[in-house]
């Protein structure tokens, strides 16, 4: 009896398990997805985790080979733009060399296909085997942080760069799969491409949900147990909004009994601010935490705010949801089709503070309002965004890939 070939998929993805970032995380649940019905194998671009997994491979470029790219990249940058910040062409910069290395491994495995996230490009350097068909993951798309100057001042040089590593990336490329109808309305703006486009929502893997156990931070931060818990995710990052955290926190503060978790890395300007909250409000930002780690604390929180100025499908808000955690957020991004207004959050007008302050307010002051909407958060998301729907979306995608 001749054994049915069982396909091979190789998923990119820039830390394994996810070190933080929500292109690794929606990537992470794909890959535990996946695994039930296919052979997975999980390629680390960035990743000196000593930790022997034989589902992944990882790899990190050397401190001094992405320092002699970074210098390459600097000098073409600034021949047409001599002071703009770089950042973007750092990035690839930074994981060029070990996106090369791993090219033996990926070929050596031999996948029917390839799962490439867009974000740092790792597309570019990959040496695609001939038979593999290679699915393109829109969730960063450069060319949409041109012309954003509440998130950046940086170079237009490096956005061009980094844009036009995409495109010639992009070429590798079978299919694109989006997380939103926005980004699939962003890509459709940004790349002259005749690729077939398919919707596939971020989500929650039913197996991390089950483990996640809630951790009460209110014995570490010292407040009682009738102390109302607001998760604010990456709330150090320009992109998610950190110019409003000290405001939010300190009007919120003043109407309700509460205290603030604040995931990610806060820089010291945030620090700053924050130091000029009033003494009696605890903020709990630990900084980096491990996957599990920072969803055990959400769980435990009541509501999340976010207050995002850029978004394609919130991964932070998508695991909230899945944990019970109403959400306020800004309209921007694909925060309106996974959020219903007074069913499991509020999407609220973009950059209307006062609203946003608003309406978070009066769910911790109603407890029979925050009460219904947990109640009708899991089974909300879970219309929308369904393991098994999701999961026989990548069937027919493979399926029809297969035939072409």
Known sequence: MVRKHKPRIAIYTRTFPPKGGGVASAHYNLYLLLRRDYDVKVFAFDDSCPSVDPDAVRMKSPAAISKILRFYVKRKIRKFDPYGKIEYSYWIANVAFSVMMLNYSLHKFSPDLIIMPDNFVPGYFVLKPKKSKLIWMSRNNFKRFENQPLVRQGSWMDIALAHSMERRAMRKANVVVCPSDYMKRVFRETYPSNLPVKIIYNFMDKEIL???????????????????????????????????????????????????????????????????????????????????????????????????????????????????????????????????????????????????????????????????????????????INNEKILLQYHQLFKELKSK
Do not use: W
């Open 210 to 384: 089950d483990q996640i156990m809630s951790f009460d931070i209110r014995d570490t931060i010292k407040v009682s147990a009738d102390t109302l818990l607001v998760y604010i995710p990456s709330g150090g990052s320009p992109v998610k909004g950190k110019r409003y955290v000290y405001e939010i926190i300190r009007r919120l503060s003043k109407r309700a009994k509460i205290a603030f978790y604040i995931s990610g890395h806060i820089d010291n300007e945030l620090n700053a601010e924050l130091s000029h909250v009033d003494k009696k409000v605890k903020i709990y930002a630990p900084g980096h935490l491990s996957y599990k780690e920072n969803l055990q604390i959400v769980a435990a929180c009541d509501i999340g705010i976010s207050p995002t100025l850029i978004e394609n499908l919130s991964n932070s808000i998508v695991e909230g949801l899945f944990l019970r955690v109403p959400f306020v957020t800004f309209d921007t991004g694909g925060n309106s089709e996974i959020i219903k207004n007074g069913t499991n959050g509020y999407v609220v007008p973009y950059l209307d503070v006062d609203t946003l302050v608003e309406k978070a307010e009066s769910l911790l002051t109603n407890t029979k309002l925050l009460n219904e909407m947990k109640s009708h958060t899991l089974e909300f998301i879970q219309k929308v």
